[in-house]
């Protein structure tokens, strides 16, 4: 109850951040992709300034994403490792389990 409650404290001020701001840049803004010819550019994009704003923080959380990917690839490594250490000791347990159980059963008298 409580992490939805910080959830939505952190999400409802960012997305009212958001919407101001996309509402605060609306203006068409080209973005030149030739530093040859600034004046007139061979490839060029129209677009609202909010939608640069925007794609340019998409790329970042995708980037960081992946990054945080890479760099825990140890850890997930060695809990897989562990993962299958834990489930070979558990099935020797086991076997040790069947092997006392049925060692008791012969080693105990018959009731008569």
């Given at each position: 109850?409580?992490?939805r409650f910080f959830k939505f404290l952190l999400i409802v001020p960012i997305?009212?951040?958001?919407?101001?701001?996309?509402?605060?840049?609306?203006h068409v803004v080209r973005l030149g992709?030739?530093?040859l010819s600034p004046e007139n550019p061979v490839l060029a994009l129209d677009a609202p300034f909010f939608v640069y704003l925007f794609g340019a923080l998409m790329i970042g959380v995708?980037?960081?994403?992946?990054?945080?990917?890479?760099?825990?690839?140890?850890?997930?490594?060695?809990?897989?490792?562990?993962?299958?250490?834990?489930?070979?000791w558990r099935k020797e347990a086991e076997r040790l389990s069947r092997e006392m159980a049925s060692q008791s059963r012969n080693a105990l008298?018959?009731?008569?």
């Open positions: 109850m409580l992490k997305s009212v951040l958001l919407i101001v701001l996309a509402v605060g840049n609306r992709l030739d530093p995708l980037l960081g994403g992946v990054a945080s990917w890479f760099g825990q690839g140890k850890w997930r490594k060695a809990a897989r490792q562990r993962s299958f250490e834990a489930q070979e008298p018959s009731p008569k």
